[in-house]
Each structure stands twice: as structure tokens, then as C-alpha cells.
């Protein structure tokens, strides 16, 4: 599932309420497996070595991508700034519309009528 070509959500983007307009295209620059995590994840905590390569990205970028707050409790952990989980959310639901759109109308009635089969 890796993303090489830059689909559109990667591009500049303005999440509401955000000082500075955001970008993904960062994302190209990590493993495909971190890649894949992140697209099907935005909002778990991060490894610290996925949280360090995130942070090293950041400075290049000069844009937030880890929040710069590590949360507290037992165990402590790294998150994504929220633009960037904005942003992410945003990629996947295109691709999910994508891919539901380039399915046939039986796969479709089929996917629907056992939606809440167990899996």
C-alpha cells in the first residue's frame, strides 16, 4: 500500500483554525511500512523511533508533525500534531472512496449485505 506519487492529499493544504497551511508530502520520505501505519492509525501513539524519525522529519519541513507535548500517564507517549491527523484522515477516506468506487455493483451489494457479519 505505499504512496510514492503524491496523491492530492499531500499537497498544501488549511485546516480550519491552522496558522500555517499544512503539508504531507513528507510522508513519501519514511518506510512504506510507517507509511501504511500512520494512513491506518493517525490517532495512536507513536513508537519513540517512529516519533524520532517524525521529529527529524519536522525540523526539514519546518512545519509540526509530532504535537510537542509527549502525554503523560503510564507510559508516556509521542502523538501526531492534529493538522497532520486532519490531514491523514483525509487521504485515507480518499482512498477508501476510491477503491469502493472502482468496485463492481455485485462486490458492492455484496460488502453491503454483510457489513455486520462477524469477520
Known sequence: MGYRAA?????????????????????????????????????????DQLADRLKELQQAVEQPIVSDEKWSGEPTYWKLDWHVITGLEAIRNQLRGARWDQLSDDDRNYYLEHRDDPS
Not at 498544501?12 to 519514511?30: C, E, I, N, Y
Open 7 to 47: 496523491p492530492a492529499g499531500l499537497r498544501l493544504f488549511m485546516p480550519k483554525h491552522a496558522k500555517h497551511p499544512v503539508t504531507l508530502t513528507w510522508l513519501r520520505d519514511l518506510p512504506m511500512e510507517d507509511q501504511d501505519w500512520l494512513l491506518a492509525n493517525p490517532r495512536l501513539p507513536l513508537s
